[in-house]
Antibody, heavy 122, light 107 residues
């Protein structure tokens, strides 16, 4: 069974940094692209970043480009999201998700982790 | 960036009703579209991908159609477990984008 477990969320002051982790199990982690999606309280889904199985050339939403960095450690089956220069509008539940299929078969996601809440506030 | 516009933003329906949700892309995305179902407090679940392919767990009362810019998610006979929020997502190009969501509520 595929399992994704996010961690690292919490309360951080504006301008601060946080690193989220997503521990994966139940599949060959290095064979799949992974993604981060966030959801502000009471709002819709916002795609944040995607990264290929090798970790090369992550993609980012314009809203986080230059501030957030996706990476992965395939030896540890773990996905990371380094978040710097955090703003109040980054407050959200952050989900990691596995791409449903192999590279080239579509950028859709299944399954998702349970999410971790990031609150940016002074 | 490709904008995804869902309508309606909410719909109130009864068990047994037929419900249709539309999703419009700001430019053509072929069939690179997914639908997700999210229940309160839970992570989203992939419902349909490639515009019309149902995930294995999805009942046949759900269907997806469309290509290009206009897409539809239809629930032919709404069941109690279908009350949720539904999101479309384009997978044509980065940045990937979601629609604003449609909340299906009990009438």
């Amino acid at each position: 069974e595929v399992q994704l477990l996010e961690s690292g969320g919490g309360l951080v002051q504006p301008g601060g940094s946080l690193r989220l982790s997503c521990a994966a199990s139940g599949f060959t982690f290095s064979s799949y692209s992974m993604t981060w999606v966030r959801q502000a309280p009471g709002k819709g889904l916002e795609w944040v970043s995607a990264i290929g199985g090798s970790g090369a050339t992550p993609y980012y939403a314009d809203s986080v480009k230059g501030r957030f960095t996706s990476s992965r450690d395939n030896s540890k089956n773990t996905l990371y999201l380094q978040m710097n220069s955090l703003r109040a509008e980054d407050t959200a539940v952050y989900y990691c998700a596995k791409y449903r299929g192999y590279s080239g078969s579509g950028d859709w996601f299944d399954p998702w982790g349970q999410g971790t809440l990031v609150t940016v506030s002074s | 960036d490709i904008q995804m516009t869902q309508s309606p933003s909410s719909v109130s329906a009864s068990v047994g009703d037929r419900v249709t949700i539309t999703c419009r892309a700001s430019q053509g995305i072929s069939s690179w579209l997914a639908w997700y179902q999210q229940k309160p407090g839970k992570a989203p679940k992939l419902l349909i991908y490639a515009a019309s392919t149902l995930e294995s767990w999805v009942p046949s009362r759900f269907s997806g159609s469309g290509s290009g810019t206009d897409f539809t998610l239809t629930i032919s006979s709404l069941q109690p477990e279908d009350f949720a929020t539904y999101y479309c997502q384009q997978a044509n190009s980065f940045p990937l984008t979601f629609g604003g969501g449609t909340k299906v509520e009990i009438k």
